[in-house]
Every structure is written in structure tokens, then in C-alpha cells.
């Protein structure tokens, strides 16, 4: 049973940083690309970063230059590096898999895989 479980989600105050862990199990972890998306009250389910077997990435050009995604193929695990977090950051923030002959996929429903998700607050 395929399982993506988040942490890392919490309060922060404008301009701070947050890092989201995403943990993978019951998947041959190198065989599926990941990503991140979030979810605002209200609004669609957002495409955030998305990252292939090695080091490239995309990035929603709303997140560029302040969010990194990483992954560590022998921990099973996915991060989400915030920096410079601002009040439109505030969603709910979802770890997602979808294998990786797919390539990498920036919709909701390129995925098959999900988490349950983590809270992320900014003030401002």
C-alpha cells in the first residue's frame, strides 16, 4: 500500500522559512517523480514543484527563486525548502507521486499518488 505522509507544516511569520518531509513507502521510490502542490480555502489545487529522479525540477513561476525541492532517494523522502514566505503562501500543502517514465507533471490529476497533507500559515 502505496503511502505519502507530510510534516514540516506550521505558523510562520512573513519573510520566514518553513521546510515540508514527505516519506514515501510502499513505492519503488526512484521509479516515481514527485511533487508538491498546494490548496487554498477556496481556491484550486495549485501545482508548487515538481522533481524527476535526479536534480531537475520545475517550479511554478509563484514560487521561482524562494522554494526548493530536493529529494533523497535513499531515505525515500521529498523536501520542500520556503524562503521569504508570504500571506499567498498560506494552503494546505500536498506530496504527490506519479511514476517517472511519465515524466515530471505540473496537474492534479497527473498524479496518482497522495498525501494527506500539512497545514502552512503565513502572517503578515
Known amino acids: 500500500q502505496v503511502q505519502l505522509v507530510e510534516s514540516g507544516g506550521g505558523s510562520v511569520q512573513a519573510g520566514g522559512s518553513l521546510r515540508l518531509s514527505c516519506a514515501a513507502s510502499g513505492l519503488t521510490f526512484s521509479n516515481y517523480a514527485m511533487g508538491w502542490f498546494r490548496q487554498a480555502p477556496g481556491k484550486e489545487c495549485d501545482f508548487v514543484a515538481g522533481i524527476g529522479w535526479s536534480a531537475n525540477a520545475v517550479y511554478a513561476d509563484s514560487v521561482k527563486g524562494r522554494f526548493t525541492i530536493s529529494r533523497d532517494n535513499a531515505k525515500n523522502m521529498v523536501y520542500l525548502e520556503m524562503n521569504s514566505l508570504k500571506a499567498e503562501d498560506t494552503a494546505v500543502y500536498y506530496c504527490?507521486?506519479?511514476?517517472?517514465?511519465w515524466g515530471l507533471g505540473a496537474r492534479p490529476s497527473h498524479y496518482n499518488y497522495w498525501g494527506q497533507g500539512t497545514q502552512v500559515t503565513v502572517s503578515s
Open positions: 504527490a507521486a506519479r511514476p517517472l517514465v
